[in-house]
């Protein structure tokens, strides 16, 4: 098995097709009829739900340990409010899957949590997952025209400190490593630069504040623009 490698060239290659497929996908289908974009919301939501089936089997049924196959990572958490955005159309879930499926998916493509590269099924498993995450994102700016505003981001980050300490607690009472609150995640990624657990999520909360403020920059200045 290949260990990764995050220049190597099949990661950068895949990394790329993850992006492509993330920003064309749904410019395609934005062209298309009802049924055809009805479709594709029906197959980023068939292959989410694969991914966590697939979690469930490979980190808890595999391991003896059902705990550790929950869906509670905050990308586990990013693919419910894609998936209830695309079931219901309420805005707060896509302001959710905005801010923390881009900043937390978008990490995890490019810095997965794994030891091992392509073709290692956990290795293409996550790159697929995580690019659906994106995928359902890029599908509500496209097709619906949705979009964040400034006053979004105190109220996404309300949600998340409320997922926080119920994950904090959850943690406490399975014994597990949920958020990676308890323990830095394995492999090449940015909690390797950040101060040792606990206050390693200390440091990924305001890098997380500093990522949502830099993702809504680009609308801020839009706006100023036009206005």
Same mark, same amino acid.
């Given at each position: 098995m290949n260990e990764l490698i995050l220049l190597s060239p099949s990661h950068i290659i895949t990394v790329l097709l993850s992006i492509l497929a993330i920003i064309f996908i749904p410019k395609y289908f934005k062209l298309s009829n009802e049924m055809a974009q009805k479709n594709l919301r029906f197959v980023i939501i068939f292959l989410l739900l694969v991914n966590q089936a697939m979690d469930f089997y490979r980190e808890g049924v595999?391991?003896?340990?059902?705990? $550790?196959?929950?869906?509670?990572?905050?990308?586990?958490?990013?693919?419910?409010?894609?998936?209830?955005?695309?079931? /219901?159309?309420?805005? $707060?879930?896509?302001? !959710?899957?905005?801010? !923390?499926?881009?900043?937390?998916?978008? +990490?995890?493509?490019? /810095?997965?949590?794994?030891?091992?590269?392509?073709?290692?099924?956990?290795?293409?498993?996550?790159?697929?997952?995580?690019?659906?995450?994106? +995928?359902?994102? /890029?599908?509500? +700016?496209?097709?619906?025209?949705?979009?964040?505003y400034l006053k979004d981001i105190p109220k996404v980050f309300m949600y998340a400190t409320v997922l926080l300490l119920f994950t904090y607690l959850m943690n406490y009472l399975l014994g597990t490593n949920y958020w990676f609150l308890a323990q830095k995640p394995i492999g090449d990624n940015i909690t390797a630069l950040m101060r040792p657990e606990p206050f390693h999520i200390i440091d990924l909360y305001v890098v997380a504040l500093l990522v949502c403020y830099s993702m809504y920059l680009p609308y801020y200045l839009k706006d100023r623009r036009l206005s």
């Open positions: 595999m391991s003896d340990r059902w705990q $550790d196959g929950l869906p509670l990572h905050l990308c586990d958490f990013s693919t419910m409010a894609i998936i209830l955005y695309f079931l /219901t159309a309420k805005r $707060d879930f896509f302001v !959710f899957a905005f801010f !923390f499926g881009i900043a937390g998916g978008g +990490m995890s493509i490019l /810095t997965p949590d794994t030891v091992y590269g392509f073709p290692y099924v956990g290795y293409i498993q996550s790159q697929i997952g995580h690019t659906m995450i994106l +995928m359902g994102v /890029t599908y509500a +700016m496209v097709i619906d025209n949705q979009r964040p």
